[in-house]
């Protein structure tokens, strides 16, 4: 417990005011958390980029305290006592019985001091190599999930998306690995680029704000604001506010104008212009994450209307009375029907 004192007290002061039990990261890192531990790490670590940078620090001092739990301190203790009782060479004046109190009181802060020294050797040549990882992943079912990154960037993350970075003591967390989808504002920084990993393409800026879809082969992104570089094993373009570009490992297409309402699924404000109700219905399942169906006859139909965060059936209900449409609720289906509309 002595030499495991530094490591605690060091932790327990660092965390006092973020409210996170020790041995809560201790079992995170050892793996063995459940999902809702888990989940409450991934909250804390998600505060403040202080906490995840806390996080990296904590595994190294495991590491070192670690190394100091396996000196037996009671065997180190007998060897001492049976090297004391052992006979002497009649040449050797014989010791005094060491029976004071004070003197077995020596003799173990003696041994603490030397485990000690080898323990701040060892914390020594740690600090001087290759700093411990630590692996984040934020990921999301059938929810959003809205996170300030541990470099100060906002990312927001659709449904059925995974986030995944490193995080390494005393370096900047610059670089993501993405599943899925998720609309980043990056906190700009000259020295140190962002870049985003998704599937065979490698997005990289400074700092702005964008889109990044990836739950296929296929890559978009919408660049919100700012400048977006997007390249593959062989093309890289440049993107500006309003752009966007789709590609897979093989092609990429730079798009001079993004499309309507294409980051609706996070504004949750959808905006039609004489919109073909196709494109309408387009936009509502992806922005809703609902299963819409309409009947071919109303394809063309067209709709200019404006939804701010209302809800799916108040949204439909509107373009049924537009329209004169019949709207009907199939378990999680919304079905729209009609006769047509006149062009």
Not at 21 to 36: E, F, H
Not at 173 to 191: C, I, P, Q, W
Not at 218 to 243: F, P
Request: charged share 20%; glycine share 4%.
């Amino acid at each position: 417990m002595v030499l495991l004192q530094p490591f605690l007290d060091y932790f327990n002061l660092n965390t006092a005011n973020n409210h996170i039990p020790d041995d809560l990261l201790a079992r995170y890192l050892n793996g063995t958390l459940s999902d809702v531990e888990t989940a409450n790490v991934v909250e804390w670590l998600s505060k403040s980029p202080e906490n995840a940078q806390e996080l990296a620090r904590f595994q190294l001092l495991w590491a070192q305290a670690a190394v100091a739990r396996e000196v037996n301190i009671d065997a180190a203790w007998h060897k001492v006592k049976s090297e004391i009782s052992k006979p002497k060479a009649a040449q050797i004046k014989p010791l005094r019985a060491v029976s004071s109190p004070s003197m077995w009181l020596k003799i173990a802060a003696a041994l603490v001091l030397a485990v000690g020294m080898g323990w701040l050797a060892y914390q020594f040549n740690a600090s001087h190599s290759t700093p411990p990882q630590v692996t984040v992943t934020l990921k999301t079912n059938q929810n959003t999930l809205e996170q300030i990154l541990p470099d100060g960037s906002k990312v927001f993350l659709n449904y059925h998306t995974t986030l995944v970075y490193e995080l390494a003591n005393n370096q900047k967390m610059r670089k993501v690995a993405l599943t899925g989808e998720a609309f980043f504002n990056v906190k700009r920084d000259e020295s140190t680029p962002f870049v985003i990993q998704a599937n065979s393409t490698q997005v990289r800026v400074l700092g702005t704000s964008f889109n990044v879809r990836a739950y296929n082969a296929e890559v978009g992104v919408e660049v919100e604001s700012g400048r977006v570089e997007v390249a593959q094993a062989t093309h890289k373009i440049q993107l500006t506010k309003q752009e966007s570009a789709v590609g897979n490992a093989d092609t990429l297409i730079k798009i001079l104008k993004l499309e309507p309402n294409t980051l609706s699924y996070r504004t949750q404000v959808f905006v039609f212009e004489k919109t073909t109700l196709a494109n309408v219905v387009a936009s509502l399942r992806s922005g809703y994450h609902a299963d819409i169906q309409i009947s071919k006859q109303l394809n063309n139909c067209q709709l200019t209307a404006r939804f701010e965060r209302e809800s799916l059936d108040t949204a439909l209900t509107v373009i049924a009375e537009t329209l004169n449409l019949k709207l009907t609720r199939k378990g999680r289906t919304f079905v729209l029907d009609g006769g047509g509309c006149q062009l």
